[in-house]
Structure formats: C-alpha cells, structure tokens
C-alpha cells in the first residue's frame, strides 16, 4: 500500500478542515458536511501509455517483447468533509478532500478543496456550479517496466446536482483541466509518449450528509 505524501499545499488543506471542524459548534447556522463519491468515471483521450520492453519473466527475455498498455479510462473515488451554509435560496459549501485514481495501469493519491453553490430548485433539489482543486502524486506503474511519474495538479469545474433533505444523492458532471504528467523509463523499455495527460469529462455519484 503506498504512503500518503503530503506537501507544503496540503498544509492548507488540512488547516482548513480543522477550522471546518470547529466551527460549526461555534455558529449553529454552518452544517457539518462529510460527502463519499465511490461512482466516478473520468474519460480522457491522453491519458494512455504504451511501454514495449523485453519479458523478464522469460528465460530468454531477448526473444519475446511484452507490451504494457493503459487505457483512456480513470476511476477517482473520494470522500469529503466540510462545512455548508443554509440559506431560503441557496446552499453554500466546501470542503477538503481525498481519493485514489486508478487505471488500468497507474495509479495514486490525490488530495484538494472543493467550493459549490447549489440553487434550490425545489425544496429538496438543488442544482448549480462547483470548483475542485486537486494535487495528484507520482503514480505508480503496475506491471514489468520501469515507469517514472512526474506530480501534477487539476482545476476541476463543473455542474452538481442533490436529491434529498439532510441525507442527498449527489451527482456531478465535471471537466478535468490537469497538467499533464511527465512520464519516462529506462532502457531497454521505450514509451510511445513523454507525457500522460487526464484532462478530459468526469462523473461522479455519491452520497452527502448534512449534520
């Protein structure tokens, strides 16, 4: 299982779920939000790497050439806690964030801070803009190359949607606006890019709750 690194930005992050967390004792108008999405799909035309190298499971590794491919597809499964604030019209929250991406073959933490304001359509459905900011670590490639990931980060906005009163469906659409991740290997391995960019539309499912 790979460690949790956390940098200098993570500071900010978890300063601000500390403060999150002490307030809503202090001022009975702010919510206590904690918020799993299990259900996200991230759809990215770059995101793919081929590495070609020889089969070192082989006794003649020389004769036989493995091909390691990722695919276009990400999973990000996160969870958040933060606090929302309650008015006639809208519904105002943030909150600090984690989760793993996960693809076929690469995989890694991330970490971050979302703010969304949620227009109430009707009393218990709301609707309107959110923006994500996110730090990924340097994946990890799962397979026999020897594959180096650089960091990278994501400005993520979209559109969310919740069904419910203080327990609600949560549904976003969102855009992946990442910095692409330098990518390299050693010899005698060679990749088809230098870079794996996520950048691409996102959904995400999950459930809120609101205390």
């Known amino acids: ?15 601000f779920l500390l403060v999150v967390l002490v307030f809503p004792s202090m001022a009975p108008a702010l919510d206590l939000v904690l918020d799993a999405r299990p259900g996200t799909l991230l759809i990215s035309r770059h995101a793919d790497l081929k590495a ?26 996160n969870i958040r806690l933060g606090a929302g604030v ?8 943030g909150a600090g964030l984690v989760g793993y991406l996960v693809n076929s073959r690469y995989d890694c933490f991330f970490y971050g801070a979302d703010v969304a304001g949620e227009y109430k359509y009707k009393k218990n459905v709301n609707v309107g803009p959110h923006l994500s900011f996110v730090e990924f670590q340097a994946p990890q490639w799962s397979g026999q190359a020897d594959v180096t990931f650089s960091d990278s980060y994501a400005f993520i906005p979209g559109v969310q949607f919740s069904v419910g009163y203080d327990v609600q469906f949560v549904f ?21 890019d230098d870079k794996v960019d996520i950048s691409g539309v996102m959904f995400q499912f999950g459930l809120r709750g609101k205390f």
């Open 86 to 93: 309650d008015s006639t019209d809208w519904y105002v929250n």
């Open 52 to 77: 070609k190298g020889p089969d070192t499971f082989s006794s003649a590794p020389e004769n036989l050439t493995v091909i390691e491919e990722a695919g276009t597809l990400n999973t990000l499964p």
């Open 1 to 15: 299982m790979k460690s949790l690194r956390l940098s200098s930005n993570a500071v900010a992050v978890l300063t």
């Open 172 to 192: 976003s659409v969102d855009y992946v606006m990442a910095k692409p991740f330098d990518v390299s290997t050693k010899p005698p391995w060679k990749l088809d």
